[in-house]
Nanobody, 125 residues
Framework: QLQLVESGGGLVQPGGSLRLSCAAS????????IGWFRQAPGKEREGVSC????????NYANSVKGRFTISRDNAKNTVYLQMNSLKPEETAVYYC??????????????????WGQGTQVTVSS
């Protein structure tokens, strides 16, 4: 069974940091680009960051550039999202998703085949 599982969410104060993990089971992430998305209540799901299968290409939403870093460890079949200087408006459920494609990654949600169940990130004092 192909599965993605996010972890690392929680409650953090404004300006704080969290590291999210996206672990795959049932398949290897070696051939998959991974995207991180978030959805706040009443809002559309939006792309946050993505990384190509080799890790050689990364993209970020303008709102998170310079604060978030995406990385991957294919040996551990896991992708990470380091989030620094978090803001209250970034409170959302964060999802990872996998797309079988080489040498690129996509910030749009529609092409992604596999999705995790999400992890809640709450930024509040």
């Amino acid at each position: 069974q192909l599965q993605l599982v996010e972890s690392g969410g929680g409650l953090v104060q404004p300006g704080g940091s969290l590291r999210l993990s996206c672990a795959a089971s049932g398949f290897t992430l070696d051939y998959y680009a991974i995207g991180w998305f978030r959805q706040a209540p009443g809002k559309e799901r939006e792309g946050v960051s993505c990384i190509s299968s080799s890790g050689g290409t990364t993209n970020y939403a303008n709102s998170v550039k310079g604060r978030f870093t995406i990385s991957r460890d294919n040996a551990k079949n896991t992708v990470y999202l380091q989030m620094n200087s978090l803001k209250p408006e970034e409170t959302a459920v964060y999802y990872c998703a996998a797309l079988r494609v080489q040498a690129m990654c996509i910030m749009a949600k529609s092409p992604y085949n596999y999705w995790g169940q999400g992890t809640q990130v709450t930024v509040s004092s």
